[in-house]
């Protein structure tokens, strides 16, 4: 039982990191229908950033993001505006084809420039742990757990709250309608690439002192960020929220009950079926 | 008058003539190349060809964008593999039962994910991918992350005569050959007959096609199979030829986004369109890899070897060729998205309007 | 006998009904008008028919089989067509590529299909657009089209949903002409239009539909002299 509780804590702690990956994810879908391959590659240049303003300037991780979420933030917004955008209208497919691209060309850079060696970003705390009712809880994962409550929190209250945000949510609810109620389109499409990037990127850093960091890394966490959508319901951010928490579990208890071998072919099939039955996400209303 | 006619009757025999004079080069060609490296690029071009021939068929035609054949080449390879190291069976046997097993999963795989459509038929097309992956690394039949490596290819006989023992690269040309002409003659009679007409109605508008009679899980599927048949063979070939497969190689994300790319760039939806896109594409690629580029660069004494670049470029250039996959694929998604085939005819009807 | 009997039939979207209980008979060789305020339910109705989706409840009923859950291939393939309200021309292909897709409904030949489809060409008077590409006619040329490749399924039932809407008069006189030209032909049809001048002209019967109920039915007299329908229109505005 103990083990059970030691792999559901890791888990929720993974998980709203994971969390953060699928927000990012699906307010790109909800905002323009595309789906971004190279999620996972923002991810990994969010992981690098944070390793080298450690290696040379010193700061620690979870310092950093308040570098990185705005480079982040202008990054995906410089590829909305110049690369994405001029897709918009064309193939779903054609969409997809050039996130790829772009992904390529993202995690290839990164390997011709810094080789694909596996780096590790050490802090003092990297494996330190707490101990609380019998189960050990990493030091790491629990600050970036808890500053990933934060990040959450603000990017409620922005979408909620504030105008944007809820221009934002105007326009993933109906483009054409928000186009109509004039709502700049466009801008909001470049907001939303902005944000997708810079939570991707934060999640890259949040994470960055308990992953491997290398070039090709991004790939495990697209096919992730995929799963967390699909089952929240692409589109809904409380859906991915709810999504990544649970994946994050399932992860980590599967992989204690399942093996760890198997536990991806779980997560897949799981994510089938709920394309296939419930396309809407588990919480999502079935419309027929 | 009488030159429109010319052209006109040029058009449909001309392209014939120069398909049957270009294959037969190809047949030719062994007797007079020596350089067993240049062989080897013909080998690799020929299985992208296939590969990308046999996605043409449900991505380009039927425009089910699959990004998950790498499961069927992965099949396929495994198949032919398997049952030839750990079961004595000979190749020539393995690839058909490759192709059987390989179709057969895939109509199990296409009448339950056909029904979904756009990026969500994408989606999972990658997962289906992505669970053989996971699961070739978990069984012992396909022998994990450690993949299967082939000790040797029993002789092909026919009655007692040797026909080839597989010790040269110049067998595998041939074989390579035959299945992508092969390939390529069923696209041909794919786009010529009723299965290519229901096949671009599906692509250019599921609810339409659907209203005219066409019922969509059989044809999608018809042409899943005709797919698969292509990238299995492709499959088996590449684990033959290269004799050793792992999941990592054959069942990867990365080769699935390459098996599209081949079809993108040449051009999707034409007969050529998948073998321009692995002329352009493979050979460009391998001299990347093999550090030819930079080292002609060095060679050609426009960059010198001492300099920074040119020290960089010998050490990284080999690294970059997935960086051009990925820069020549936003161009093409960008600037030409009927791809490289498409983008010359809009050029020559462009010239054509100028000239009349 | 009649060609096509609608019984009782409702359709249900979660709590709201697009259809209730709507029944009327059509007879073989008419043109009967389907009409209503938008949202009245017309368009739904077609996609019961044709089997785009099943009716919650009810039967319909057409040259003998019951359609009910029947897939529109397999509907198409019993005799009824339809055309959509927004145009679907296969962009890609050329005007007569398009028909062919219909033509192969009825026949594997290519060679077949082709004169089939070029006698539908020439009946919507496209013959001279037969090589271009579908995506890149007018919309009034798309309308036409588009009754070429239902044409080419060799209907007994043709369901039309305006085909005229978007169109200048001169456009629309020739869809009315070509309308009253199928039926020469001794195909049945269904149309909805907005265009109650046209309507009225080319309908032998009439359906009012009105909040996904039938309203009224009879001839263009009769409907004209109904008190609920005009109340339902001026209403309805």
């Given at each position: 039982m103990a083990v059970f509780f030691q792999s559901l804590i890791s888990g929720i702690l993974i998980g709203g990191v994971y969390a953060l990956i699928g927000i990012g994810l699906t307010i790109i879908f909800g905002v323009m229908r595309v789906i971004n391959f190279a999620h996972g590659d923002l991810?990994?240049?969010?992981?690098?950033?944070?390793?080298?303003?450690?290696?040379?300037?010193?700061?620690?991780?979870?310092?950093?993001?308040?570098?990185?979420?705005?480079?982040?933030?202008?990054?995906?917004?410089?590829?909305?505006?110049?690369?994405?955008?001029?897709?918009?209208?064309?193939?779903?497919?054609?969409?997809?084809?050039?996130?790829?691209?772009?992904?390529?060309?993202?995690?290839?850079?990164?390997?011709?420039?810094?080789?694909?060696?596996?780096?590790?970003?050490?802090?003092?705390?990297?494996?330190?742990?707490?101990?609380?009712?019998?189960?050990?809880?990493?030091?790491?994962?629990?600050?970036?757990?808890?500053?990933?409550?934060?990040?959450?929190?603000?990017?409620?209250?922005?979408?909620?709250?504030?105008?944007?945000?809820?221009?934002?949510?105007?326009?993933?609810?109906?483009?054409?309608?928000?186009?109509?109620?004039?709502?700049?389109?466009?801008?909001?499409?470049?907001?939303?690439?902005?944000?997708?990037?810079?939570?991707?990127?934060?999640?890259?850093?949040?994470?960055?002192?308990?992953?491997?960091?290398?070039?090709?890394?991004?790939?495990?966490?697209?096919?992730?960020?995929?799963?967390?959508?699909?089952?929240?319901?692409?589109?809904?951010?409380?859906?991915?929220?709810?999504?990544?928490?649970?994946?994050?579990?399932?992860?980590?208890?599967?992989?204690?009950?399942?093996?760890?071998?198997?536990?991806?072919?779980?997560?897949?099939?799981?994510?089938?079926?709920?394309?296939?039955?419930?396309?809407?996400?588990?919480?999502?209303?079935?419309?027929? | 008058m009488r030159s429109f006619m010319h052209n006109m009757r040029g058009a449909s025999v001309f392209p014939i003539l120069l398909t049957v004079a270009g294959a037969t080069a190809l047949f030719l060609l062994p007797n007079f190349v020596e350089s067993t490296y240049a062989l080897h690029i013909m080998i690799l071009i020929f299985i992208s060809v296939i590969m990308g021939t046999g996605w043409n068929i449900l991505g380009g035609y039927t425009g089910q964008y699959s990004v998950g054949h790498a499961a069927y080449f992965g099949i396929g390879a495994y198949t032919t593999l398997i049952l030839m190291q750990y079961h004595q069976v000979a190749p020539w046997y393995?690839?058909?039962?490759?192709?059987?097993?390989?179709?057969?999963?895939?109509?199990?795989?296409?009448?339950?994910?056909?029904?979904?459509?756009g990026p969500y038929f994408v989606l999972a097309s990658i997962a289906v991918a992505e669970i053989f992956r996971v699961t070739a690394l978990n069984l012992r039949l396909t022998n994990g992350a450690e993949g299967i490596l082939i000790t040797d290819i029993p002789p092909f006989k026919i009655g007692n005569a040797v026909v080839t023992d597989f010790m040269s690269k110049v067998p595998f040309y041939y074989i390579g050959l035959v299945i992508l002409i092969f390939a390529i003659i069923v696209t041909w009679m794919v786009q010529n007959s009723k299965l290519g007409y229901y096949f671009q109605a599906i692509r250019e508008d599921q609810d339409a096609a659907h209203s005219l009679g066409i019922n969509l899980t059989t044809y999608k599927n018809a042409a899943l199979a005709i797919s698969v048949v292509f990238t299995s063979m492709a499959g088996s070939l590449y684990g033959l030829y290269v004799g050793f497969i792992d999941p990592s190689t054959v069942l990867a994300l990365d080769l699935s986004v390459h098996i599209v790319m081949i079809c993108i760039i040449g051009g999707i939806g034409t007969i050529w369109g998948p073998a321009i896109g692995a002329v352009i594409l493979v050979p460009f690629s391998e001299a990347l890899r093999s550090n030819m580029i930079a080292q002609a660069l060095i060679d050609s004494g426009i960059?010198?070897?001492?300099?920074?670049?040119?020290?960089?470029?010998?050490?990284?250039?080999?690294?970059?060729?997935?960086?051009?996959y990925g820069i020549l694929l936003v161009i093409v998604i960008l600037y030409m998205p009927d791809g490289i085939l498409g983008f010359a005819r809009k050029l020559l009807a462009k010239r054509r309007k100028e000239a009349a | 006998m009649a060609i096509l009997e609608i019984k009782h039939v409702s359709k249900f979207f979660g709590g709201l009904a697009a259809n209730s209980n709507v029944s009327f008979e059509m007879a073989q060789g008419m043109i009967m008008g389907l009409i209503g305020p938008n949202g009245a339910g017309k368009t739904t109705l077609f996609n019961c028919i044709t089997g785009y989706y099943p009716p919650s409840q009810g039967d319909v009923i057409f040259d003998g089989h019951r359609m009910n859950g029947l897939h529109p291939d397999a509907v198409c393939k019993l005799g009824m067509a339809r055309t959509w309200q927004k145009v679907r021309p296969l962009a890609k292909m050329s005007v007569v590529d398009n028909v062919m897709v219909g033509a192969l409904c009825r026949t594997n030949s290519l060679k077949v299909a082709r004169e089939m489809a070029i006698e539908r060409i020439k009946i919507v008077g496209l013959e001279n657009r037969a090589k271009v590409l579908a995506g890149s006619l007018p919309i009034g040329e798309r309308k036409k089209l588009e009754v070429a490749r239902v044409l080419a399924t060799q209907p007994k039932l043709l369901l039309l949903d305006e085909v005229m809407g978007g169109l200048n008069p001169t456009e629309s006189e020739e869809i009315i002409q070509l309308i009253l030209d199928i039926k020469e032909i001794g195909i049945t049809q269904m149309v909805i239009e907005h265009d109650m001048k046209a309507i009225m002209r080319i309908s032998d019967r009439i359906v009012v539909l009105s909040s996904g109920e039938k309203l009224a039915e009879g001839n263009p007299q009769e409907i004209v002299s109904n008190k609920a329908v005009v109340d339902a229109y001026l209403g309805g505005d």
């Open positions: 991810l990994m240049v969010g992981m690098y950033l944070t390793y080298f303003l450690f290696r040379l300037l010193h700061i620690d991780p979870f310092v950093s993001i308040i570098v990185t979420i705005p480079l982040m933030f202008l990054y995906g917004a410089f590829l909305q505006k110049f690369f994405i955008n001029r897709v918009l209208d064309a193939l779903p497919q054609n969409q997809i084809l050039l996130t790829i691209g772009l992904g390529l060309v993202m995690s290839n850079t990164v390997m011709l420039a810094f080789t694909s060696d596996y780096r590790i970003l050490t802090t003092a705390y990297s494996s330190s742990s707490l101990r609380l009712l019998g189960l050990s809880i990493s030091v790491p994962l629990l600050i970036s757990f808890t500053i990933t409550l934060v990040i959450t929190a603000v990017l409620y209250w922005f979408l909620y709250r504030t105008d944007t945000g809820q221009a934002i949510r105007a326009t993933a609810q109906d483009r054409s309608a928000a186009q109509l109620m004039g709502i700049n389109v466009k801008r909001m499409s470049i907001i939303a690439f902005g944000l997708g990037a810079a939570l991707a990127g934060t999640a890259g850093a949040l994470i960055s002192p308990t992953y491997y960091i290398y070039p090709q890394v991004g790939s495990v966490f697209t096919l992730k960020a995929f799963v967390i959508t699909v089952l929240g319901g692409m589109g809904s951010i409380v859906g991915a929220t709810l999504g990544g928490v649970l994946i994050g579990v399932v992860e980590s208890v599967g992989g204690v009950y399942v093996g760890s071998g198997w536990k991806d072919v779980v997560v897949f099939i799981v994510f089938l079926l709920v394309l296939l039955f419930k396309p809407s996400g588990l919480l999502g209303t079935s419309k027929d | 393995g690839v058909w039962a490759g192709v059987v097993v390989a179709v057969a999963i895939a109509l199990v795989v296409g009448s339950i994910c056909f029904r979904l459509r960059i010198s070897e001492n300099s920074r670049i040119g020290a960089f470029l010998k050490d990284q250039l080999s690294h970059a060729h997935v960086l051009i | -």
